[in-house]
């Protein structure tokens, strides 16, 4: 079995607004030290093994589906488990 | 400066219906090695150095505004950076 943990977040040219509003909360609470906010997703996939090569897999399922690659990023982590 | 990474994440006894779509996509990909997908949030702050408690503040934050601990628990790391 395979954990992947899958990060996407808005490449940095692109603005991120909802960021921005987390942000001004941040601040409305008090915590101004708290200078820039960005938000992004966080997915975790169990993958049974397979012969499969399974950074292809992960590669492909975040260029199709988790990721909107013109606009976002991703990186991933790869653990393999009992 | 600091860079703070949260993750939050539904609790695994709360049902996960964005990640249980996410998985039918993956396996109508042809993907079927994906037994398990949870989707959860990634935000990345900076803050600025100061005389306060970061963790502490980092904590406050999480438990106010970015997690709604009822379902959803968290996880952060704090990298300071020059």
Redesign the interface.
Known sequence: ?YLVKV???YKDSILDPQ?EA?KG??HR?G?L??????????????????D?DIEK?VN??CD???ANVNMESYRYEIVEEK
Chains 1, 2 share one sequence.
Request: hydrophobic residues 50%; charged residues 25%; aromatic residues 12%.
């Open positions: 079995m990060y996407v977040m960021g987390v909360a941040i609470l915590y030290a708290v200078e820039e906010v960005r938000i992004g997703k966080y997915f975790e996939m169990k993958l049974s093994k397979s499969a897999q492909e399922i199709k589906l988790l």
